[in-house]
């Protein structure tokens, strides 16, 4: 269910705000137990949504790394070659 929950720190280029709400969806999804909310519970789901995202963009906007930033594309064919291992498909 938390597929969408990736680090988004330190990344170059940074995180988008798609990514960031697809985060905050996620989490909200994951603590409500719930992909769909109920017509009566949708403005509460859609705000906790929208507080969580803007609340996590202050987080990775205050974060401050030493590292060097990593690059999207190299991460994503790290995370392919671990899943190949993983699931045999190598």
Do not use: W
């Not at 994951?30 to 996590?56: L, M, R, Y």
């Not at 963009?57 to 990593?70: C, E, R, T």
């Amino acid at each position: 269910m938390c597929r969408n929950i990736r680090t988004l720190h330190n990344f170059e280029p940074r995180a988008t705000s798609a990514e960031v709400e697809a985060a905050a969806l996620q989490y909200v999804r994951k603590i409500s137990g719930s992909t769909k909310p109920s017509k009566a519970n949708e403005a509460a789901f859609e705000d906790a949504v929208h507080q969580i995202a803007h609340i996590t963009q202050h987080l990775l906007d205050s974060l401050v790394s030493h590292g060097p930033a990593k690059n999207r594309e190299e991460e994503a064919a790290k995370a392919k070659a671990r899943a190949a291992i993983r699931f045999g498909t190598a």
